[in-house]
């Protein structure tokens, strides 16, 4: 029910008209509140407006003098009134009713236009997540979910989610291991800063590892970023059609490699030198870290087993889901050897603060009901129609562009003519396209020549263009293709 009530003009100087909505929560007290602030939001009061002492507005209402004390109190304490010893209670001073001001809409902020065709490197099909499976898996993990599952996470990981790993593991990639010596993380760039950034992130004195370390001449260079951050030199090991020159590893104790893709110029590591690595760190105690980028995406022939299957104590094998799923799930995992296990638990703390436990348990379903598998044939398929619609439409109108690093992965390397790169990016650019020139993922320090052990020229070539060809949606990608080609150089 609702009362009203109205002040006489005597009291205040005005007369005040007040709906108490006595059906609401809290009784009169939390009434005389909601029914005061609108009418000082609504601009009925004014400000500045006098209101009645607490003994003239309980007699009106009929109720304790403590109940309207304190409904002033609390107005007063939100900044709705004010009071002050001899002047009384009044209206808080306004530049305005709020009313007004609410009635303004309030702008987005302007966001940032996208290309018109997407063709950067390491971005899957957004339009093909597996939703319905995924979905399924969620709701499966979410009713079977053990109740501990909802409380602090486990820093390893959820068991469930480590043994599915280690039977896709074996089956799939050819990695030796157990539950036991699996730290699920966020990503490969959270496995990085867990390895050599200490609790701190910067390289303290509990980092598990420390530099130099040796990497490809060619690679990301936000993971250099981050190693740099945490104190890490990083030494670049030159590429040739072989993948990495193992045979120049130096003083260094431990190497990262892209042993089943390199990264970005394409090619497994080739047999004997994966072969000499492993006989590197078993003779200097060395250590590699296997970035398993692309390893489920072969098109030509079966994947290349992981590297870490030569050697589980003498190699960390890291994955995640970010190209087979989606880098929105934000999972991934070390395998590690059993020497390391208590020292990145120790850094990464008592409680899981980064990968959600029931995505975790999602993914240990997913894993386990084989939607993963079923997933990862159907995008391979897909992405092998796009690469050789690639590799077509360059050879048709682009003849002069050698297209290599293709029989893996979700990108290509296109070779072209010395001095022509700068020019490629931005034709792309004016057309509408987002993509990377190769100097991009370049070393900063190498040259091409002074670990070249014949003394010639870089083996990779010094001018190309990375194209992704996973990201446009199938409606858009013919389009991208089209663009492209005309913003090549002449052959």
Known sequence: MAETWVNSAERIGADLHLELDLSGPGGRRAALIRALRDAVRSGRLAPGTLLPPYRSLAADLGVARNTVADAYAELVAEGWLTARQGSGTRVAERAEPTKAASRVPVKAPPRARGPRHDLRQGKPDASEFPRSAWLASYRRALQQAPNEAFGPGDPAGRVELREALAEYLARGRGVRTEPARIVVCSGFAHALRLLFGGTSGSGGADAVLRGPLAVEAYGLGFHRELLAAAGVRTVPLPLDEDGAQVG??????????????????????????????????????????????DGEFRYDRQPVGALQGLDPERVIHLGSVSKSLSPALRLGWMVLPERYVAPVLAVKGEREGWASALDQLALADFLGSGSYDRHVRRMRQRYRRRRDRLVAALAAHAPQVEVTGVAAGLHAVLRLPPGTERSAVKAAAWRGIALDGLAEFRHPEFRGLERDPEGGRDPIAPDGLVVGYAAPSEGAYGAALEALCQALPPG
């Not at 497994?268 to 006989?279: F, K």
């Open 248 to 293: 120049l590893l130096d003083r260094e104790r431990a190497v990262l490699l892209t042993p089943a893709h390199q990264f970005p110029t394409g090619g497994p590591l080739h047999p004997e030198r994966r072969a000499a690595v492993i006989d590197w760190a078993r003779a200097r105690g060395g250590l590699i870290l296997e970035d398993d980028y």
